[in-house]
C-alpha cells in the first residue's frame, strides 16, 4: 500500500507543505491537500479590498488548477476532527487514512468573550471578512447627510493596515472635509500605550503621529468590555458610538486544534518540538499559526507571520521525508526578517529588529512581494511536474530548495 501524506489548510504553510513534499518524494507516495475554501489568497494584501484597491480574485490561486498539475490531490472540503490513534482526518463529506499528517489549519478571531463582540462586529480574517466591509463601508458612504463612527479594535499590525484602508477609501469617496468635521468618524482602540506593541518605540511613535494627522482617533489604555448595537462600552467606562465595529483584536487556535487529541500549550496551540511534529505523535506536524514551538520544554517565542509558515512547511517536509527514508532529522530555528506594515497607499513601515524605516516604498515593495507569491505558485506545478517526470532529479531537488519563494 501507498503511503498516504495529508495537509489540511490551504495558506502559506500548507501550499509550500504540498509542494516541498512532491519535490522531495517520488510516486508511488500520494499527498492529499484539504481545504475548506477552493483557493489560496495572499492575506497580507486583504485590507486593500475594503479600500477598493484590489478584488479578492486579484490575490487568490484555485488551489485544484496549481496543486492537481503537480500531481498532488486536492479536497476541497471542512476537516473536523483528527483521530491519531486510526490515522483518520475526519472532515464534513470524506474521511482519509493518512500515514503522515501535516496541520496548518491557521487561527480565528479570539473575542475574549467580551460580550456582543461576536455577534455584533465584522471580522478580519479572509478575503470574504474584508469584502463584506467594503461594501457596508460603501453604503455607509452613499447616504451624505449620516453621521456615523467606525471603531476598530486592536492596535496590532491588522489594525494599523486596516486604519490606513478605511481613510483611503473615505477619502476617495469624497467625504476628507466629513472626516475633519467630525460627520464621519474612525477610532482605534488599544490596550496599550501605544500601536504596534512589540516594535521600536520610534516606530510606535511615528504610526502613532502619522495615523492621528490622516483622522484617526486614537484611544489607548482600555480595551472594549462590551459591544452594543449603537455602540462600545470601553473598560473605563466610557461609552463610544458605532455604526462599524471592526475586530482586529487578537486570536485563538481553531476548533480543530483546540479539540485536537494531542498535546497543547496553556493557550490551546497544537505543541510540537522543534522538529515540528507533536511530542506524542511522530507522525503528526503542525506549522504556522496553529503551533507553539518547544525546544528544551521551553516555548519558542515568535510572531506568526506568513514567512515563517512558509519555512516551518520546508523543514517539517524535510522530516517528513527523512523519517521516511530513515535519515536524520533537522530542527527548525526561525529566522527573523524584516516585517512590511503599510499605513494606506502612501506610507508604510519597514521593521527590522529595533530598526525602522519609513516612505511610500514599503507599499510599493509589499506589491512587489505579492506578486511574486502569487506567480511563485502559478509556475511551481511546471517545476514540480518536471521533477517528477525526470529519473535520478536530485540535483533538480537540491536546486530547487536553495530558490526563494
Same mark, same amino acid.
Given at each position: 500500500?501507498?503511503?498516504?501524506?495529508?495537509?489540511?489548510?490551504? &495558506?502559506?504553510?500548507?501550499?509550500?507543505?504540498?509542494?516541498?513534499?512532491?519535490?522531495? !518524494?517520488?510516486?508511488?507516495?500520494?499527498?492529499?491537500?484539504?481545504?475548506?475554501?477552493?483557493?489560496?489568497?495572499?492575506?497580507?494584501?486583504?485590507?486593500?479590498?475594503?479600500?477598493?484597491?484590489?478584488?479578492?480574485?486579484?490575490?487568490?490561486?484555485?488551489?485544484?488548477?496549481?496543486?492537481?498539475?503537480?500531481?498532488?490531490?486536492?479536497?476541497?472540503?471542512?476537516?473536523?476532527?483528527?483521530?491519531?490513534?486510526? +490515522?483518520?482526518?475526519?472532515?464534513?463529506?470524506?474521511?482519509?487514512?493518512?500515514?503522515? /499528517?501535516?496541520?496548518?489549519?491557521?487561527?480565528?478571531?479570539?473575542?475574549?468573550?467580551? $460580550?456582543?463582540?461576536?455577534? /455584533?462586529?465584522? +471580522?478580519?480574517?479572509?478575503?470574504?471578512? =474584508?469584502?463584506?466591509?467594503? =461594501?457596508?463601508?460603501?453604503?455607509?458612504?452613499?447616504?451624505?447627510?449620516?453621521?456615523?463612527?467606525?471603531?476598530?479594535?486592536?492596535?496590532?499590525?491588522?489594525?494599523?493596515?486596516?486604519?490606513?484602508?478605511?481613510?483611503?477609501?473615505?477619502?476617495?469617496?469624497?467625504?476628507?472635509?466629513?472626516?475633519?468635521?467630525?460627520?464621519?468618524?474612525?477610532?482605534?482602540?488599544?490596550?496599550?500605550?501605544?500601536? !504596534?506593541? &512589540?516594535?521600536?518605540?520610534?516606530?510606535?511613535?511615528?504610526?502613532?503621529?502619522? !495615523? @492621528?494627522?490622516?483622522?484617526?482617533?486614537?484611544?489607548? &489604555?482600555?480595551?472594549?468590555?462590551?459591544?452594543?448595537?449603537?455602540?462600545?462600552?470601553?473598560?473605563? *467606562?466610557?461609552?463610544?458610538?458605532?455604526?462599524?465595529?471592526? #475586530?482586529?483584536?487578537?486570536?485563538?487556535?481553531?476548533?480543530?486544534?483546540?479539540? /485536537? $487529541?494531542?498535546?497543547?500549550?496553556?493557550?490551546?496551540?497544537?505543541?510540537?518540538?522543534?522538529?515540528?511534529?507533536?511530542?506524542?505523535?511522530?507522525?503528526?506536524?503542525?506549522?504556522?499559526?496553529?503551533?507553539?514551538?518547544?525546544? @528544551?520544554?521551553?516555548?519558542?517565542?515568535?510572531?506568526?507571520?506568513?514567512?515563517?509558515?512558509?519555512?516551518?512547511?520546508?523543514?517539517?517536509?524535510?522530516?517528513?521525508?527523512?523519517?521516511?527514508?530513515?535519515?536524520?532529522?533537522?530542527?527548525?530555528?526561525?529566522? !527573523?526578517?524584516?516585517?512590511?506594515?503599510?499605513? *494606506?497607499?502612501?506610507?508604510?513601515?519597514?521593521?527590522?529588529?529595533?530598526?525602522?524605516?519609513?516612505?511610500?516604498?514599503?507599499?510599493?515593495?509589499?506589491?512587489?512581494?505579492?506578486?511574486?507569491?502569487?506567480?511563485?505558485?502559478?509556475?511551481?506545478?511546471?517545476?514540480?511536474?518536471?521533477?517528477?517526470?525526470?529519473?535520478?532529479? *536530485?540535483?533538480?531537488?537540491?536546486? #530547487? #530548495?536553495?530558490? $526563494?519563494?
Amino acid at each position: 500500500m501507498k503511503l498516504h501524506i495529508v495537509i489540511v489548510g490551504g &495558506g502559506f504553510g500548507g501550499l509550500e507543505a504540498a509542494f516541498s513534499l512532491r519535490n522531495l !518524494l517520488r510516486s508511488p507516495i500520494e499527498i492529499t491537500l484539504i481545504d475548506r475554501l477552493g483557493y489560496h489568497s495572499f492575506i497580507p494584501s486583504i485590507h486593500e479590498i475594503i479600500a477598493g484597491k484590489v478584488r479578492p480574485e486579484a490575490i487568490r490561486i484555485p488551489l485544484a488548477v496549481v496543486l492537481r498539475p503537480a500531481g498532488i490531490n486536492f479536497i476541497q472540503d471542512e476537516v473536523l476532527s483528527v483521530d491519531p490513534g486510526k +490515522r483518520e482526518v475526519i472532515a464534513r463529506e470524506s474521511t482519509l487514512h493518512y500515514d503522515y /499528517l501535516v496541520l496548518s489549519s491557521g487561527a480565528e478571531n479570539n473575542f475574549y468573550g467580551v $460580550p456582543g463582540v461576536e455577534e /455584533l462586529s465584522y +471580522r478580519f480574517r479572509t478575503p470574504g471578512d =474584508a469584502e463584506r466591509i467594503r =461594501a457596508d463601508l460603501e453604503a455607509l458612504l452613499a447616504d451624505p447627510g449620516r453621521r456615523f463612527s467606525i471603531v476598530l479594535a486592536g492596535g496590532g499590525t491588522e489594525g494599523v493596515e486596516v486604519a490606513g484602508e478605511l481613510i483611503d477609501a473615505i477619502k476617495d469617496h469624497g467625504s476628507e472635509n466629513d472626516l475633519a468635521s467630525g460627520r464621519i468618524s474612525v477610532e482605534l482602540v488599544e490596550s496599550r500605550e501605544h500601536l !504596534l506593541p &512589540g516594535s521600536p518605540l520610534k516606530a510606535r511613535e511615528f504610526v502613532d503621529d502619522y !495615523l @492621528s494627522q490622516r483622522g484617526v482617533k486614537l484611544i489607548f &489604555g482600555s480595551a472594549i468590555a462590551e459591544a452594543r448595537k449603537d455602540r462600545v462600552i470601553l473598560a473605563t *467606562g466610557k461609552e463610544r458610538e458605532m455604526s462599524m465595529l471592526l #475586530w482586529t483584536g487578537g486570536i485563538q487556535p481553531t476548533r480543530l486544534i483546540r479539540e /485536537l $487529541p494531542l498535546p497543547k500549550d496553556p493557550s490551546g496551540w497544537f505543541k510540537v518540538t522543534d522538529m515540528l511534529s507533536s511530542p506524542d505523535d511522530e507522525r503528526v506536524y503542525g506549522i504556522g499559526d496553529a503551533i507553539t514551538i518547544y525546544k @528544551s520544554d521551553k516555548p519558542v517565542l515568535m510572531p506568526r507571520l506568513a514567512y515563517l509558515a512558509t519555512n516551518q512547511a520546508r523543514i517539517a517536509s524535510l522530516n517528513i521525508s527523512s523519517s521516511i527514508s530513515g535519515r536524520d532529522l533537522v530542527p527548525y530555528e526561525p529566522k !527573523l526578517e524584516p516585517q512590511l506594515i503599510s499605513l *494606506g497607499r502612501d506610507m508604510g513601515i519597514l521593521v527590522d529588529g529595533e530598526r525602522f524605516f519609513s516612505g511610500s516604498w514599503v507599499v510599493t515593495l509589499k506589491k512587489a512581494i505579492e506578486r511574486k507569491h502569487l506567480m511563485t505558485y502559478l509556475t511551481k506545478p511546471v517545476t514540480s511536474a518536471l521533477a517528477a517526470r525526470i529519473p535520478g532529479s *536530485g540535483f533538480l531537488q537540491r536546486l #530547487w #530548495w536553495r530558490l $526563494p519563494i
